[in-house]
């Protein structure tokens, strides 16, 4: 089997130590997590982790039923860069000076789709989101101007054939109801409860 691109999308309970956990089942089976990215998902309370490998589709398979075993982690699921849309962010700082002298800016927005963040007089931020190839063909174009600084954002993606996991939740309440909370259930018969 050949190694390939795969983005690994987990749903878990916001918990600390949780991501610690993940990462340590990456490094004992000697995998690198190119991107990592945490987020707040569509449904209060539940958090969505959203991890980019090269491995093959085996070791991922394993992998996602390794990090279910969490007891935070409600469901992971594993794609293909096919079957998701996806992008990054890039930053850029190159100095105003030489950016405003050797490169019309508008025309530098427009090539690459940038948008200029802050222009200070001693330097200019450019942001652009898109698939990484995207982002470092800018960073290839800023060089000679000087690029001082440059930062990647992980990877945002969502699943094109999903209907999102707060659908698969209902579905679950419905096929296995959870036992009615009464708070304060036992609050008079305080005696009877706590009793030897």
């Known amino acids: 089997m050949q190694k390939q691109e795969f983005t690994i999308t987990a749903y878990t309970e916001n918990q600390i130590g949780l991501i610690n956990r993940i990462a340590i089942m990456f490094s004992r089976r000697k995998i690198n997590i190119e991107s990592l990215n945490t987020s707040p998902s569509e449904i209060e309370g539940i958090h969505r982790f959203t991890i980019v490998i090269n491995e093959t589709e085996e070791v991922v398979r394993k992998l996602c039923r390794q990090i279910e075993k969490q007891v935070e982690v409600l469901k992971a699921y594993y794609n293909t860069n096919d079957e998701i849309v996806w992008q990054e962010m890039g930053l850029y700082k190159v100095p ?7 490169v019309k800016v508008e025309r530098l927005l427009r090539e690459f789709g940038a948008r200029a963040v802050v222009i200070r007089k001693d330097y200019t931020v450019f942001e652009t989101t898109g698939h990484r ?20 954002s992980a990877r945002v993606a969502i699943i094109k054939d999903s209907h999102g996991f ?6 679950f309440e ?7 909370v009464i708070e304060n259930e036992f609050l008079d018969k305080r005696e009877q409860v706590f009793t030897m």
């Open 166 to 171: 707060h659908t698969k939740l209902k579905e």
């Open 133 to 152: 190839e995207e982002i470092e063909r800018l960073i290839k174009a800023l060089e000679p101007y000087h690029l001082i600084e440059f930062v990647r």
């Open 174 to 180: 419905k096929e296995e109801p959870g036992e009615e």
């Open 96 to 102: 105003t000076d030489i950016i405003a002298e050797k």
